[in-house]
C-alpha cells in the first residue's frame, strides 16, 4: 500500500457506515428515533409468506426486527400464546403502526371460516381483525396473492369465500405485493422505503413500480430463443418455455434479475413455465400452469 | 374444582388453532384441539388439470410445500403408471430433505425455543408464563443461537431452490422426479451449503435441545398418549441403495409390522362433514362441509389405522427405523427433531454422492382419459397421503390425509380421542393461569393447521371460567 495516501480510518466507508448503524441504533435506545411499529396479520391462507420472509437477505429477518420495525404482533412468531397474543395486537390499535397481512379474508358465515384467536371469549375472525386493524393503520401492505385479490384461497368454487383485503378496506389505499409467496425484497424493500420515504411509486393497481414495472419475457434470460422460435417441449428443456404455457409474457414482476432464496434461482431456472403467481388473476386464470399442448384451441367451460 | 382453559390462537404453530382442555385437581381430564381455518383444497381440485395438483396443491402449506409436491407427483407417476428414472427420485428426494432441514431448524429455534428460554431481545419474544429453568449463561447461549439458526435454515431454503427454482412452492418436484438436471456445480454448490447446516446441527442444535431437556426432565414423562407409531416409508426403496431411512411400517401393542394402506380409514362421526359414511376409505368419498352436524365438535377428520389413532413424524420414523428406544413424550419428540435433521444430512451425503450430471428424467407426459392415484410418503411432520382420479382427462376426486390430521384429528365413533388430545390427558398443570405446559406438549408435534385445513365453528361452552 506504499505510495498511496490513504483516508484517515475513520472516513472509510465501512467506518462511516458503522458509525451512523452505531448512531441510529444509539438514538433508537435512547427514544430519540423511533422504530415504527408493524403489525403482520396471517389471514386464510398457508403462511407462506412468513417463510418467505424469514428467507430474506439483505435485508434479512434479523435486521428487520432490531433495526427496522418493532414487530408487535406475528401469529407465527410471537411467543405470547392465547388472549394474552390477542391482547398484544388490541393495544397497537391506540398507537402508529404499519399493517401487513397475508392470506385472504374469508367471508363465509361472517368470517368463521378463519378464527384467528379469540378476544374477550369470543372468537375472532379474520374479517373482523382486517378491517378493525385496516382502519387505523398508517399504511396497509397486501402481501401476497391471497391477500392481493384471494389467490389460491379464492380459487373456484371458492368454498370459503374469500376475498382479498381491498373488498373489505374499500376505502383505504392497500399496497399490493403480488405473488405466491411474495419475494422478501419485494416485502422488505417496500417497507424500507415507507420507513425511509414514505409509500412508494405505484401503477394503476397498486403494485410498487420498482418491482412490478417489467414483464417478466423482458428480460427473460430465454428470450433469445422465443424470438428465433426455440420453443421447449417438455419440462427441463433448456429452450423457450412459451409452448409449454409459461406466463412470462403477461407477468410484471423482476424475477428474471432479481431471482430467488438469495439470487440462487427462479421457476424459469429450473426449466418450468413461470405459472403467473405475481398476476392478480393468478391461479384460475393462469391455468393450467403446464401443457404439452399449447398449439391447441384454449376453450373456457 | 373444574376449570376449563382456552387457547387461542395458539402461537408458534403454522396455522390457527383453538385448544380447550378441562383440568381437575390441577390435572388435564379432557381436551380438544380444534383446527380455525378453511379453505377447501379437496373441493378446488375437481375439475382442474391433472399435472397443475403439483403446483396447486403446495399452495395447502407454506412451511411444508414441497412435500405435497412430493405426494401429488408420486399420485399422478401412480395413475400415469409411470416409473422415475433413479436419478430422478435422488434430486427429488435431496429436495425433499432440504424442506425437513428448513423445517426442523426453523421448528426447533423459532417455534420450540420460546417455550423453555426466555428471550429478552425483543418484546414480541417475551413470554407469558414464568417457567424459565435454564442458568443465564446456558438460557443466553440458546437465546443467541434462535438468531443464529435463521442463516442456517434460510440456506436449507436456499439448496432446496438451487434444483426447484424458489422456495417456498417450488417447481422442480414433478412426475418423473425433476425438472432439473443436476451440474457438477450444482452439486458442489448444495454440498458446500450442506457442510455449514451440519456443523450448525452438531454444534449448537443437537446440544441446545439435551441442554433444554436436562432442565425440564418431566417432559420425558407427559405428552405421550397412545404410543402407536406408523411411517409411509421415507427415503425407502432405492435399487442401488435400499432403504437409506425407514420403510412403510406401523408400531402397536410392542409388534412393528409392515404398513398397508387398505387399513387406513377415515372418520368423520365428529367432524363438520357430511358423507353417504361416516367412516370410509379415502379414495372412495369426499365429504362436503356440513356446519350442521350435529354432535361434532370440529373440522378436523380422523383418520384411523386398523381403527386406532396412530402417531406420525420425526419420533414415529428414528423409532420405526430403529434410530431411538422406544419412548413416546413431549420432549422425545422435541429431541426426536434434531436428531432426525442430523440424519437426513447424511441421507442427502449418500444421495449426492449418486448423482450423475446432465440427465434429464423429462418426458412429455399424456393426460389419461381416466385413471386413478395415490401418492403416500413420509414427509416433515409425518405421513402424507395424495388421492386422486382422473376423468375426462381432468381431476374428479382429491382426497388429502395430512400428517397434522393423524396427529390432531378429533376423537372418533370408537371412543378413541386423537393423538394431540390423548397426549394431553392427565397432563399435571402447575399454574393453571398461566399453563405452559399445553402449548409444549402440542407444539412438540410440529401442528400443521394450514395443511389440516378446517373449519371452525362456536361450539355451545360450558360455564367455566375462562384462563387464557
Known amino acids: 500500500m506504499e505510495g498511496y495516501i490513504l483516508p484517515p480510518e475513520t472516513l472509510t466507508n465501512e467506518a462511516i457506515a458503522s458509525r451512523l448503524k452505531n448512531e441510529v441504533n444509539e438514538q433508537i435506545r435512547q427514544g430519540l428515533i423511533k422504530k415504527r411499529n408493524l403489525v403482520y396479520l396471517e389471514l386464510n391462507g398457508c403462511s407462506g409468506n412468513i417463510i418467505s420472509l424469514l428467507n430474506g437477505q439483505n435485508p434479512d429477518f434479523e435486521y428487520t426486527l432490531n433495526s427496522m420495525v418493532n414487530l408487535r404482533y406475528s401469529n407465527s412468531l410471537m411467543a405470547a400464546e392465547g388472549e394474552q397474543a390477542i391482547e398484544q395486537l388490541m393495544e397497537v390499535l391506540d398507537e402508529d403502526y404499519i399493517l401487513a397481512v397475508e392470506g385472504a379474508v374469508a367471508l363465509k358465515n361472517d368470517g368463521l371460516y378463519n378464527v384467528i384467536g379469540r378476544w374477550k371469549g369470543e372468537p375472532f375472525t379474520g374479517l373482523q381483525a382486517a378491517q378493525m386493524l385496516g382502519e387505523k393503520a398508517s399504511h396497509i401492505l397486501a402481501v401476497g396473492a391471497c391477500a392481493t385479490h384471494g389467490g389460491v384461497s379464492a380459487a373456484k368454487p371458492n368454498p370459503s369465500e374469500s376475498v382479498g383485503l381491498q373488498t373489505v378496506l374499500p376505502d383505504r389505499n392497500i399496497i399490493k405485493l403480488t405473488g405466491c409467496p411474495v419475494n422478501p425484497d419485494w416485502f422488505l424493500g417496500t417497507l424500507a422505503h415507507i420507513l425511509l420515504y ?19 419475457h423482458d428480460r427473460c434470460p430465454r428470450r433469445p430463443f422465443f424470438d428465433r422460435g426455440i420453443f421447449a417441449e417438455k419440462l427441463g428443456d433448456k429452450t423457450c418455455l412459451f409452448k409449454l404455457g409459461c406466463r412470462g409474457p403477461v407477468t410484471r414482476v423482476d424475477c428474471p434479475t432479481r ?29 393450467p400452469f403446464v401443457s404439452y399442448d399449447t398449439t391447441r384451441i384454449v376453450q373456457d367451460e | ?34 383446527g380455525n381455518l378453511f379453505r377447501g383444497f379437496e373441493q378446488m381440485m375437481v375439475g382442474r388439470k391433472p399435472f397443475d395438483a403439483v403446483y396447486f396443491t403446495q399452495r395447502i402449506c407454506g412451511i411444508c410445500s414441497a412435500a405435497h409436491s412430493m405426494a ?32 426442523h431448524i426453523r421448528h426447533f429455534y423459532q417455534y420450540t425455543v420460546p417455550d423453555f428460554v426466555r428471550m429478552e431481545q425483543n418484546t414480541l419474544l417475551a413470554s407469558d408464563h414464568e417457567d424459565f429453568r435454564l442458568p443465564k449463561t446456558v438460557n443466553d447461549r440458546i437465546a443467541k443461537h434462535y438468531f443464529d439458526s435463521l442463516p442456517i435454515s434460510r440456506s436449507a431454503h436456499q439448496m432446496l431452490a438451487v434444483l426447484g427454482g424458489k422456495a417456498p412452492h417450488n417447481h422442480g418436484v414433478f412426475i418423473g422426479g425433476v425438472t432439473t438436471q443436476a451440474t457438477a456445480e450444482k452439486v458442489v454448490t448444495l454440498d458446500s451449503l450442506l457442510d455449514d447446516i451440519i456443523a450448525f446441527i452438531d454444534d449448537k442444535m443437537i446440544p441446545d435441545v439435551y441442554e433444554i431437556a436436562h432442565y425440564y426432565p418431566e417432559y420425558f414423562q407427559i405428552g405421550g398418549g397412545y404410543g402407536n407409531l406408523l411411517s409411509y416409508g421415507a427415503f425407502d426403496h432405492y435399487g442401488e441403495l435400499g432403504t437409506l431411512y425407514v420403510d412403510p411400517l406401523v408400531y402397536a401393542m410392542n409388534t412393528i409390522e409392515a404398513f398397508d394402506e387398505s387399513k387406513i380409514k377415515e372418520k368423520i362421526d365428529y367432524s363438520w362433514f357430511q ?13 362436503v362441509p356440513d356446519q350442521n352436524k350435529q354432535k361434532a365438535y370440529s373440522w378436523v377428520k380422523a383418520p384411523r389405522y386398523n381403527g386406532l389413532p396412530f402417531e406420525v413424524g420425526p ?24 436428531l432426525e435433521a442430523k440424519k437426513i444430512t447424511a441421507i442427502m451425503k449418500t444421495l449426492l454422492s449418486q448423482i450423475i450430471p446432465d440427465v434429464d428424467v423429462q418426458k412429455k ?19 402424507l397421503g395424495h388421492w386422486l382420479k382422473i376423468k375426462d382427462k381432468k381431476l374428479s376426486f382429491y382426497q388429502i390425509i395430512t400428517p397434522s390430521t393423524w396427529d390432531f384429528s378429533t376423537k372418533d365413533d370408537e371412543g378413541y380421542r386423537g393423538v394431540a388430545e390423548e397426549a394431553l390427558i392427565g397432563t399435571p398443570i402447575q399454574n393453571p393461569d398461566k399453563p405452559a405446559e399445553i402449548g409444549r406438549i402440542l407444539r412438540s408435534f410440529d401442528p400443521c393447521m394450514s395443511c389440516a385445513t378446517h373449519v371452525y365453528r362456536p361450539g355451545k361452552q360450558v360455564k367455566t371460567i375462562k384462563v387464557f
Open chain 2, 275 to 287: 358423507a353417504p359414511a361416516d367412516t370410509y376409505n379415502p379414495d372412495s368419498l369426499m365429504p
Open chain 2, 315 to 338: 419420533l414415529a420414523r428414528l423409532i420405526l427405523s430403529g434410530n431411538y428406544q422406544n419412548r413416546v413424550s413431549a420432549m422425545d419428540r422435541t429431541i426426536a427433531r434434531a
Open chain 2, 1 to 34: 374444582m373444574n376449570r376449563k382453559i382456552i387457547i387461542n390462537p395458539l402461537t408458534r404453530i403454522s396455522g390457527f388453532m383453538e385448544i380447550d382442555v378441562t383440568v381437575e385437581n390441577n390435572r388435564v381430564v379432557d381436551a380438544k384441539t380444534k
Open chain 2, 72 to 103: 401429488s407427483s408420486i399420485a399422478l407417476e401412480d395413475a400415469l403408471n409411470i416409473t422415475p428414472m433413479e436419478q430422478g427420485r435422488y434430486l427429488r428426494d435431496i429436495i425433499h430433505c432440504c424442506e425437513y432441514l428448513q423445517n
Open chain 2, 365 to 383: 407426459y399424456e393426460v389419461p382419459e381416466s385413471g386413478e392415484g395415490r401418492g403416500l410418503v413420509d414427509t416433515t411432520r409425518g405421513a
Open chain 1, 259 to 287: 431471482q430467488w432464496n438469495g439470487h440462487v434461482n427462479w421457476p424459469v431456472g429450473a426449466s418450468t413455465p413461470c405459472i403467473g403467481c405475481a398476476s392478480f388473476g393468478f391461479p384460475d386464470a393462469m391455468e
Open chain 1, 198 to 216: 414514505g409509500e412508494p411509486e405505484t401503477d394503476n393497481l397498486n403494485r410498487p413500480l420498482m418491482f412490478y414495472s417489467t414483464l417478466i
